[in-house]
């Protein structure tokens, strides 16, 4: 077989088929009464193509919230995917579903509003491109038609016999107004939930052949509708069929007619004048953007000149190209903005109309850590980067870039930092969920300040491309580029803004130690054998303390009394207080009590605060045998490297460290013990 034909044996004819469908107006009055769905308007398709994706309902803090699968990006490997913003999407398709429901939302303009970097520009692209792909499934068909003029009577187009409809109009639109309520009464157009509504003309274009076809046939509107094509119609941003974009450019080049068309003048010595609509270029992005979307690319930056025929597409949804009568069209219209832009329209006098079409959606920042991670972990990968990344790097560089977005608690026993954890799903001794929804009511405007997540992703290209790494980056690599960039960060304008962030920088960098002294601490005490026997031994003592019983020296077999020093020795690292002994000690045996009544046994695991508790003692008697802090020094004895050797498998294995991160986080931790900075 030929390389050609190879590649052909990649297509898929059946589809190819399917969505070259075309057939007469006849046809298509039975598509329609077979699938009622291929009428629905732009709205009514975005929204329908949003749900086909399915949901996810979840509760959080008492509320329950739907996560839209359609943001995740699955189609496309994730690459758009839009994370932590579930409350905003659901916002945002509160208004598409009242604007599909003909609620009014469906005559305003949709105005995504926030910080830079927020992902207004990624939820409008996947929207776009998500009609695009639903315009080629079996439920996402929609139809538009084109001329058939033989013979003498292509002088109608200009001397050419197939002239497409220059809108791509619903061919439902060629009935004439007064005959339409009845017609979808007669023919049985629509049942149930699936309405059929007729609503809007067609172009002046074909306007003009179908009055000249109806006078060639003394007003036979059955010999008309056999000169109309009705073809299967797939959206497409790169061919301008159905996605627009407009993006405002220099003042002086802005021309209205970028948005409604503007008159062919080659055409004008056919047709004879330059009112005639068949010399008119239908080409304009909001003709283009007809059945589908148009985005407006900071948008409150366009010239007053466009603000009318803005206007007019939002309220009337019509336009009006120039020498022509209002023309209808049925299209999304959103747009996106920033917040200084929109401060701008705020204090604008002259802009109050278009305040009052607009329906703004707030687009902040992410203020759960955990989420903010995933929009890093997306693009950096080691098996992407080609480098080791070490453990917690994009954590500490996703607490700073939400430290920096929150408000300082108003609680005085609550930190930000606490707050960040609060909100990312941790619990803190004393705040209920409660608490936390009352944290968000009193900071309204979380997350429309603070770093960009451009300017994080910035600043670990960087920390990759630095010549230190030696083939990996760890968190002190770009927690230092963090730092160095805000000297020059060109959206920070404000000396004390600038500090505050330093701050924050310096609070991560205490957390950071804090995280990876435990994960050493957990390494040297992973020794799964000797904390068995250290949970039996304390399960031993809380049971005979409990029972008022002895308890057998298994060395001399002689009964002694309960070891109070090391039941407290345990308790004291889980800060149990000696006022409170006696209730932990009955509640870990009531746990063990209620797992053998239903037959399961008691695993140390299964109890986290335990399970660090006893992690936390054997560390504090393991450690001084180790002697990590002989790492420091210039001679390490051969049974203490071979200890060390133990412990750095384990975070290799545990942690996901690679053999240079293990070692420097070894390294670090043994500095901090050399200080006598250990926790208790």
């Given at each position: 077989m030929s390389l050609v034909g190879q590649i052909a044996e990649l297509q898929n004819y059946a589809s190819y088929k399917e969505l070259a469908w075309e057939g007469s107006f006849e046809d298509y009055l039975e598509l329609v009464r077979k699938q009622p769905g291929v009428t629905r308007n732009a709205y009514q398709r975005l929204y329908d193509m949003v749900l086909s994706h399915g949901v996810e309902e979840y509760i959080d803090n008492k509320k329950k919230l739907v996560r839209y699968k359609f943001f995740r990006d699955d189609a496309h490997g994730g690459?758009?995917?839009?994370?932590?913003?579930?409350?905003?999407?659901?916002?945002?398709?509160?208004?598409?579903?009242?604007?599909?429901?003909?609620?009014?939302?469906?005559?305003?303009?949709?105005?995504?509003?926030?910080?830079?970097?927020?992902?207004?520009?990624?939820?409008?692209?996947?929207?776009?491109?998500?009609?695009?792909?639903?315009?080629?499934?079996?439920?996402?068909?929609?139809?538009?038609?084109?001329?058939?003029?033989?013979?003498?009577?292509?002088?109608?187009?200009?001397?050419?016999?197939?002239?497409?409809?220059?809108?791509?109009?619903?061919?439902?639109?060629?009935?004439?107004?007064?005959?339409?309520?009845?017609?979808?009464?007669?023919?049985?157009?629509?049942?149930?939930?699936?309405?059929?509504?007729?609503?809007?003309?067609?172009?002046?274009?074909?306007?003009?052949?179908?009055?000249?076809?109806?006078?060639?046939?003394?007003g036979d509107f059955a010999k008309v509708m056999s000169h109309v094509r009705v073809r299967r119609q797939v959206l497409s941003e790169q061919d301008r069929i159905g996605i627009g974009t407009f993006q405002p450019k220099d003042e002086k080049n802005q021309d209205s007619t970028e948005l409604t068309g503007d008159i062919n003048y080659r055409k004008i010595a056919t047709f004879g004048v330059d009112s005639d609509p068949r010399a008119f270029n239908f080409d304009g992005e909001f003709n283009v953007a007809n059945r589908g979307i148009i985005e407006f690319v900071e948008i409150l930056k366009l010239d007053v000149a466009f603000l009318y025929d803005l206007l007019g597409a939002t309220q009337e949804r019509k336009i009006k190209p120039k020498k022509f009568a209002q023309t209808?069209?049925?299209?999304?219209?959103?747009?996106?903005?920033?917040?200084?832009?929109?401060?701008?329209?705020?204090?604008?006098?002259?802009?109050?109309?278009?305040?009052?079409?607009?329906?703004?959606?707030?687009?902040?920042?992410?203020?759960?850590?955990?989420?903010?991670?995933?929009?890093?972990?997306?693009?950096?990968?080691?098996?992407?980067?080609?480098?080791?990344?070490?453990?917690?790097?994009?954590?500490?560089?996703?607490?700073?870039?939400?430290?920096?977005?929150?408000?300082?608690?108003k609680k005085h026993n609550l930190s930000l930092l606490q707050k960040a954890k609060l909100y990312d799903g941790k619990t803190l001794p004393g705040f209920t969920q409660d608490n936390i929804k009352e944290l968000r009511k009193e900071s309204m405007r979380e997350g429309l300040d603070g770093i960009s997540p451009r300017y994080i992703?910035?600043?670990?290209?960087?920390?990759?491309?630095?010549?230190?790494?030696?083939?990996?980056?760890?968190?002190?690599?770009?927690?230092?580029?963090?730092?160095?960039?805000?000297?020059?960060?060109?959206?920070?304008?404000?000396?004390?803004?600038?500090?505050?962030?330093?701050?924050?920088?310096?609070?991560?960098?205490?957390?950071?130690?804090?995280?990876?002294?435990?994960?050493?601490?957990?390494?040297?005490?992973?020794?799964?054998?000797?904390?068995?026997?250290?949970?039996?031994?304390?399960?031993?003592?809380?049971?005979?303390?409990?029972?008022?019983?002895?308890?057998?020296?298994?060395?001399?077999?002689?009964?002694?009394?309960?070891?109070?020093?090391?039941?407290?020795?345990?308790?004291?690292?889980?800060?149990?207080?000696?006022?409170?002994?006696?209730?932990?000690?009955?509640?870990?045996?009531?746990?063990?009590?209620?797992?053998?009544?239903?037959?399961?046994?008691?695993?140390?695991?299964?109890?986290?605060?335990?399970?660090?508790?006893?992690?936390?003692?054997?560390?504090?008697?393991?450690?001084?045998?180790?002697?990590?802090t002989s790492l420091v020094s210039n001679v390490v004895d051969r049974e203490t490297q071979a200890k060390i050797d133990v412990v750095k498998q384990r975070l290799i294995k545990n942690f996901g460290y690679d053999e240079v991160s293990a070692t420097d986080v070894l390294n670090y931790v043994a500095s901090i013990f050399a200080r006598g900075d250990v926790k208790s």
């Amino acid at each position: 077989m030929s390389l050609v034909g190879q590649i052909a044996e990649l297509q898929n004819y059946a589809s190819y088929k399917e969505l070259a469908w075309e057939g007469s107006f006849e046809d298509y009055l039975e598509l329609v009464r077979k699938q009622p769905g291929v009428t629905r308007n732009a709205y009514q398709r975005l929204y329908d193509m949003v749900l086909s994706h399915g949901v996810e309902e979840y509760i959080d803090n008492k509320k329950k919230l739907v996560r839209y699968k359609f943001f995740r990006d699955d189609a496309h490997g994730g690459k758009d995917a839009v994370f932590g913003l579930d409350v905003p999407l659901m916002r945002l398709m509160n208004v598409l579903k009242s604007a599909a429901q003909g609620y009014g939302a469906d005559r305003r303009i949709i105005l995504l509003h926030g910080p830079v970097g927020s992902a207004k520009s990624t939820i409008v692209r996947s929207l776009k491109r998500g009609v695009e792909d639903y315009s080629r499934t079996h439920e996402g068909a929609l139809y538009t038609y084109s001329w058939h003029l033989p013979g003498a009577l292509a002088e109608l187009a200009g001397g050419t016999e197939i002239f497409p409809c220059p809108m791509h109009d619903e061919p439902l639109r060629l009935i004439p107004r007064e005959w339409r309520a009845e017609t979808i009464k007669k023919l049985g157009l629509g049942t149930g939930d699936q309405k059929v509504t007729i609503e809007g003309d067609v172009n002046p274009a074909c306007r003009m052949i179908f009055k000249e076809l109806m006078r060639h046939y003394s007003g036979d509107f059955a010999k008309v509708m056999s000169h109309v094509r009705v073809r299967r119609q797939v959206l497409s941003e790169q061919d301008r069929i159905g996605i627009g974009t407009f993006q405002p450019k220099d003042e002086k080049n802005q021309d209205s007619t970028e948005l409604t068309g503007d008159i062919n003048y080659r055409k004008i010595a056919t047709f004879g004048v330059d009112s005639d609509p068949r010399a008119f270029n239908f080409d304009g992005e909001f003709n283009v953007a007809n059945r589908g979307i148009i985005e407006f690319v900071e948008i409150l930056k366009l010239d007053v000149a466009f603000l009318y025929d803005l206007l007019g597409a939002t309220q009337e949804r019509k336009i009006k190209p120039k020498k022509f009568a209002q023309t209808d069209i049925d299209e999304v219209i959103i747009g996106h903005t920033n917040e200084a832009e929109y401060k701008r329209l705020l204090s604008n006098e002259f802009m109050e109309a278009l305040r009052d079409r607009t329906i703004k959606v707030d687009i902040p920042y992410i203020t759960r850590v955990q989420e903010e991670v995933r929009i890093y972990a997306r693009d950096f990968t080691s098996e992407r980067v080609g480098k080791h990344i070490a453990p917690h790097t994009l954590y500490v560089a996703a607490l700073w870039a939400v430290l920096t977005r929150l408000d300082e608690p108003k609680k005085h026993n609550l930190s930000l930092l606490q707050k960040a954890k609060l909100y990312d799903g941790k619990t803190l001794p004393g705040f209920t969920q409660d608490n936390i929804k009352e944290l968000r009511k009193e900071s309204m405007r979380e997350g429309l300040d603070g770093i960009s997540p451009r300017y994080i992703q910035d600043k670990i290209s960087n920390a990759l491309v630095t010549d230190k790494g030696d083939g990996h980056i760890n968190p002190f690599m770009v927690m230092n580029e963090l730092e160095s960039g805000l000297k020059h960060h060109s959206l920070i304008s404000a000396d004390d803004i600038r500090k505050r962030y330093g701050e924050m920088l310096q609070v991560v960098k205490q957390e950071y130690e804090d995280i990876v002294k435990n994960e050493v601490q957990r390494a040297i005490s992973a020794d799964e054998e000797m904390i068995q026997k250290l949970c039996a031994n304390y399960i031993d003592n809380i049971k005979a303390y409990t029972q008022k019983e002895k308890v057998k020296n298994p060395y001399t077999g002689q009964d002694e009394e309960p070891d109070e020093r090391l039941m407290r020795s345990i308790e004291d690292k889980i800060d149990i207080p000696d006022s409170r002994k006696d209730d932990f000690r009955r509640e870990i045996m009531n746990y063990i009590g209620a797992l053998a009544i239903e037959g399961r046994t008691f695993d140390y695991k299964t109890n986290e605060r335990l399970h660090k508790a006893l992690e936390s003692k054997l560390f504090e008697d393991q450690k001084d045998s180790i002697k990590l802090t002989s790492l420091v020094s210039n001679v390490v004895d051969r049974e203490t490297q071979a200890k060390i050797d133990v412990v750095k498998q384990r975070l290799i294995k545990n942690f996901g460290y690679d053999e240079v991160s293990a070692t420097d986080v070894l390294n670090y931790v043994a500095s901090i013990f050399a200080r006598g900075d250990v926790k208790s």
